[in-house]
């Protein structure tokens, strides 16, 4: 980090949490507190709060950093703008800032250059000097999720979290945080604990609740979840954030093969068609209807609209993530035209950039869309060769476990089908194993045995799936 601004005690204020500000206004301080408590409680509109706080307050740096950080959140295209221009402002006021806001201000040009890992690298920095800034620990956190740094989730909260009590302002959110990433990191029963506690100092924690959820979805509790997030349901708010906990809801209906109930919620809840939208409740309506396809589900013209919202980000390569779910539309939609332009804008990126999300995009996010074709084209084979040497790889996509586990169900269902009924009941027991309680797992155990000849042990999984049913 650059040498610190030096400021006498009487120039410096201090945020809620005891963290430096260079600009004076208390005015402008609360004001991003503010913002910050909207991007952490999923209530309200985080950058308009913040775009109201610089209107009175213009030359308040951390405003703009604020800006700037919060957007690198969206991983869409059409927000780099707003991103980029957040930064020049930060840029024209630089040399008021103090350490911390240097920081801020070189990792959020790290990513606008393309290096998202050297802006956590950035974030980090700041967390290590001052680790009562919430907002780096947000950004650090949220940041490691989205490029599936799956150890950084937990560990980044670890450096610091000794250091927060019930006494610093945001430690219900640090809970959440580190609940998710002891989840990630399949620590279930210490990651329950610090959700639950965390919920318990401010039940209208979506973040908490969606660690909890995490942690039912892991551990096979599909009965328990739908009762949870049913409880809850009233805290969620309305955000986007809210649909990715009906996603959640969805799964664990699905999980129980209850179709009806995974559509009703489709419709009610993540189904687009004549909103806005925006690409995070688009992702979740996207892998849900791909499960539901490869458990036979008819969807009907579900597909259609959500094509329509996905064609126009078809040759955005900037977050492999968002390019697989594009492409389940483009594919189970028959978009050939889309499909094509997707696939040629990642292959000439992939030759040609440097950034983080090339890696990204190599490694699983053009094998998986690939794969998907394949599938689509009912080339079981060739879908089955190109995601059996990615299956252990996955995290490089982003994204948890639970939304990467589309690769593996895809897998698995694509084995099914190439009639390699060896591998599939290696495949599946896999599953089993980890989630014994999955009824899915049961019939795909069952469907391998009988296509090895091995029906007393087919009819053994078909009652195991039966009786998880009826329990």
Known sequence: MAVPNPKSPSEVRHDVRGVPVSYMSADAIDGLERAIEITLAFRGDAIAEIDAVLADHPDFIMGWLFKAGWLTQSMETRIYGDMVAALGEAEKRISRANDRERGHFEAAQAWVHGDFFGA????????????MDLFALELVHYTDVLLGDVVGQRDVVARVFNLWDESVPGYEFVLGFYAFGLEENRDFALAEEMARQALAIRPDNPYSVHAVSHVMEM???????????????????????????????????????????VLEIFDAHLDSAGKAGDRYEELD????????????????????????????????????????HAMMTYVADDRRDAQKALLTANERYVENASDANVAMSREIGLPFCLAMQDFKAERYEACVDRLLPVRYRTHRLGGSFAQRDIIGWTLLEAALRARRFDLALGLAHERAALKPTSVQNWRAVARAFQGLGNKTKADQATARAQSLIAA
């Open 120 to 131: 956590v690298q950035k974030w980090e920095a700041v967390l290590t000097a001052y680790p």
């Open 219 to 261: 551990r096979g509790r599909q009965v328990g979840g739908i009762r949870f997030m049913a409880d809850n349901v009233d805290r969620w708010g309305t955000s986007n954030f809210a649909n990715h906990l009906w996603w959640h809801t969805s799964l664990f209906h699905l999980d129980l093969e209850d179709y009806d109930k």
């Open 285 to 324: 309506a996207a892998a849900l209807l791909w499960r539901l396809n490869l458990v036979g589900q008819d969807v009907g013209n579900r597909w259609s609209h959500l094509a329509d919202k996905w064609e126009p980000s078809a040759t955005d390569t900037l977050y492999a993530f968002n390019d697989v």
